[in-house]
């Protein structure tokens, strides 16, 4: 074979193996091209999946806070009713005990003996202790059932929340 045919020949096959080493980069390239993109699209919907699921969270967090702050004012307006109710019972009893007090000074004005004197004061203290008593323990009874009654929604809500959060944990 002669050198130049040899020459031909040896170029030919640089030429072949250039050729197919730049199919096989080109190849590689376009392997390497898809694989990132797929890479980026994957990691792209996990972004979006990951975002949606945050502000899924933020929106439920908002609205539970929102529930919590309706719980408080409701809590407000049940005290400040009840406290309400409460004074004007007070009121009433302070001022059917003035009236009492004043018909039995005026009683005292009436009578003619000693005993009834001491009759008098003595049925006055007794109905003053008795009603005192009585009043206390209504006044009481009232309190403790205001105090319930203001707290329930406030209840209400820490139950939810344990519920709420009992399930995501």
């Keep these: 074979m002669s ?16 050729a197919s080493g730049f199919e096989q980069t080109v190849s590689a390239l376009k392997d390497g091209m898809a694989k990132a993109s797929a890479g980026f699209e ?15 969270t933020a929106e439920e967090l908002m609205a539970f806070n929102q529930g919590n702050l309706e719980a408080v004012v409701k809590s407000g307006k049940i005290w400040s009713a009840g406290v309400q109710d409460l004074t004007q ?12 007090t004043l018909a039995t000074c005026r009683a005292f004005v009436a009578v003619k003996s ?19 008593l ?10 403790v059932k205001l105090t319930e009654q ?6 209400a809500r820490l ?3 344990m519920e709420k959060f009992a399930k995501t944990a």
Excluded: C, H, N
């Design 89 to 100: 019972q007070v009121v009433a009893s302070a001022q059917a005990s003035l009236d009492e």
């Design 114 to 132: 000693l005993r009834e004197a001491v009759d008098l004061q003595t049925s006055l203290t007794r109905s003053a202790v008795e009603k005192t």
């Design 42 to 56: 994957k990691t792209q919907a996990q972004v979006k999946e990951s975002m949606e699921k945050a502000m899924k």
């Design 150 to 155: 203001t707290f329930a929604p406030i209840t």
């Design 3 to 18: 050198s130049k045919a040899k020459s031909s020949e040896v170029m030919a096959e640089a030429s072949a193996a250039a």
């Design 134 to 143: 009585s009043e206390a323990g209504r006044i009481t009874d009232a309190s």
């Design 159 to 161: 139950a939810l929340a």
